[in-house]
Each structure stands twice: as structure tokens, then as C-alpha cells.
């Protein structure tokens, strides 16, 4: 089990950029491919964003943030980032990272963070 924390969130400006991290702890990192979900205001299911594999060579990303949000890790660090550009409001939700599964489905993940806000507006 690997323990996961977010950071980085906060308030943007439409076309603004924003950098979240997440740290793990309490495993070996590099054994687990990490994704990105967020879940919006009023908003029941998390959706997917984007994940990385163990190695940092496969990336998928959701339609939504296709060339806008870029994952990426540094298993020296024990960190993955994503990196926000050009947001727009509907990109406001909470963000989580999770580990242990692979893909958009939220379900296949075993561990979660607590989730970091992330809010922008025009």
C-alpha cells in the first residue's frame, strides 16, 4: 500500500497554468503506475484525467486535456506531476492522484489522495 498526498491547487485565471504534485510514501513507488482524476462541483463520479506507467513511458490522457495537461514522474523523487496549461473553467473540480491500476477506470485504483482544489475563473 502506498500512501499519497496532493498539492499545488488553488485559484487560476482562464488560460492560466497550474502544476500539481503527488507525493507517495510507505511503498515502493516505481512498482505503480499512477493516474489523475478529478470530480467536479456537484458532480457524483471522479473523471479520468490522465496516468502514467511505472516507467514514465506510456502516458494516456482524457480527450478533455489532450494537449493542455501534461503527467509525468520522477521515480528518484517519488513524485508524479501534472502539469495544467490553458485552463478553463470547466477544468475547476477536485483533483486526486491514485495508484495501484492503470487507465480512466477510477475503480481498477486501490490507493487514493486526499484531493487538491484546483478553481478557475475568468
Known amino acids: 500500500q502506498v500512501t499519497l498526498v496532493e498539492s499545488g491547487g488553488g485559484s487560476a485565471q482562464v488560460g492560466g497554468s497550474l502544476r500539481l504534485s503527488c507525493a507517495a510514501s510507505?511503498?515502493?513507488?516505481?512498482?505503480?503506475?499512477i493516474g489523475w482524476f478529478r470530480q467536479p462541483p456537484g458532480m457524483a463520479e471522479r473523471e479520468f484525467v490522465a496516468?502514467?506507467?511505472?516507467?514514465?513511458?506510456?502516458?494516456q490522457a482524457a480527450d478533455s486535456v489532450k494537449g493542455r495537461f501534461t503527467i509525468s514522474r520522477d521515480n528518484n523523487k517519488n513524485i508524479v506531476y501534472l502539469q495544467m496549461n490553458s485552463l478553463k473553467p470547466e477544468d475547476t473540480a477536485v483533483y486526486y492522484c491514485a495508484a495501484g491500476g492503470f487507465g480512466p477506470t477510477p475503480h481498477t485504483y486501490s490507493s487514493w489522495g486526499q484531493g487538491t482544489q484546483v478553481t478557475v475563473s475568468s
Open positions: 510507505g511503498g515502493f513507488f516505481s512498482n505503480f503506475a
Open positions: 496516468a502514467v506507467t511505472t516507467s514514465g513511458g506510456i502516458k
